[in-house]
């Protein structure tokens, strides 16, 4: 090919490039800060940090300093002569539910609404996607007696983690928590605005629930051959990140449905889109006006953050996107009203506080199961 036209070509393509709009992308993240656990702001913790593997008392509720070194729980491992539970697995195609079909994704980070900077614009598309659901059932299961039971949020999508049921066949044996059976439910894609794992866990309202009741349980119950107590007290919901803030927005806005929640890394911030007036604030309004202005409800709560946690990690800059101020605020609240909880501030832990968790997570299921009677 003559130079000439070379020339000519690549100054075409350049020239295409160069015009073409730029994707929007949010902007690169800079590493979150490390927050103090005395810094001003913060609750008053009960330091726990003078060896690795101290966890609160299970009958004290309040604030806790461990790490920054941490010692992986003994109920992490496989023991012999623990009964162990079995795993069932099978998966839910949206197309053949009422709630959440179809679903969403975007194909780009949104943009700041210019008449509205506490949300994105976003342009989404709609979806069709496949849900697996992964269900642990315990050793001493009793058939067509209802069982307590636990979701958890973003489930496997494929090969399940032996990490809940070994801690279940542990705990369990040893008779620190009822026989319940974990139901981990994979999320149904992407993450946060405009992507339907957004729309499921960041939404401020009960239809997650609501979704994993009429969808989710029945489908377990005919599955696995198992049943579910439909008692509130034996039902408990866990997730972390956004995960985390689903399961609290589960028990606060279906109350009738779940009484336990465990939560790391809870999104308790504004990342609800789309944009609803009556919580402004996302899940930020949890501990800015709804939890302070409500009646106590009967929830038994846990929480888990890390010291460099999440910080302002999208475009928007509203003072509503640090995770740890956010659970520091929860924690204040959920004392102001007299609540059962503990409240977890890890050192030397990011965001999803896995190594923290390694050694505190038995410890906090077992505790967000304390005082669980079946009624007769």
């Known amino acids: 090919m003559p130079l000439l036209r070379l020339t000519a070509l690549a100054f075409l393509t350049l020239s295409t490039l160069q015009l073409e709009p730029a994707r929007s992308q949010p902007p690169k993240r800079e590493p979150p800060p490390t927050r103090r656990f005395d810094a001003p702001g913060a609750p008053p913790f009960v330091r ?116 809940i049921p070994r801690i279940l066949d542990n705990l369990i044996a040893q008779k620190r928590i009822p026989a319940i059976i974990a139901i981990q439910i994979a999320n149904g894609g992407g993450d946060a ?27 377990v119950e005919k599955h696995c051959e198992v049943k579910l107590t439909s008692d509130p007290d ?19 806005y ?41 009646p106590k409800k009967p929830l038994r709560i846990f929480l888990a953050v890390g010291d460099r946690d999440n910080f302002n990690p999208n475009v928007m800059r509203d003072n509503m996107h640090d995770w740890v ?15 059962e909880y503990q409240y977890l501030f890890c050192q030397n832990s990011g965001h999803g506080v896995r190594n923290a968790k390694a050694q505190f997570l038995p410890h906090a299921i077992e505790w967000v199961w304390k005082g669980y009677g079946p009624k007769n």
């Not at 039902?235 to 803030?245: L, P, Q, V």
């Not at 890394?265 to 996302?282: H, L």
């Open 193 to 219: 605005q405009g992507h339907e794992r957004g729309k499921e866990y960041d939404t401020m309202s009960g239809l997650y629930a609501e979704y994993i009741e009429t969808e989710v349980l029945p489908r």
């Open 254 to 294: 279906r109350t009738d449905l779940y009484h336990r929640v465990l939560t790391t890394s809870g999104t308790f911030v504004n990342q609800q889109w789309p944009f609803n007036p009556e919580t402004p604030g996302g899940a930020w309004d949890f501990h800015e006006t709804i939890i302070p202005n409500s």
């Open 48 to 163: 726990l940090d003078a060896k690795p593997g101290l966890n609160p008392p299970l009958d004290v509720d309040g604030n806790f300093l461990i790490g920054p070194e941490y010692a992986p729980a003994p109920e992490n491992s496989e023991v012999d002569g623990v009964p162990r539970g079995k795993i069932q697995q099978f998966s839910i195609d949206s197309r053949d539910t009422k709630l959440f079909n179809p679903g969403i994704a975007r194909k780009e980070f949104g943009r700041v609404d210019p008449d509205n900077p506490k949300t994105l614009i976003v342009d989404t598309h709609e979806i069709d996607y496949v849900r697996q659901i992964t269900v642990y059932i315990p050793a001493q299961y009793e058939p067509g007696t209802k069982a307590p039971f636990m979701v958890i949020h973003d489930g496997p999508k494929e090969k399940p983690s032996m990490e």
């Open 325 to 339: 101020e956010a659970n520091h605020r929860m924690a204040k609240v959920l004392k102001a009203k007299g609540y």
């Open 234 to 252: 034996g039902r408990a919901a866990m997730g972390s990140s956004s995960g985390g803030s689903a399961a609290l927005a589960m028990a606060w």
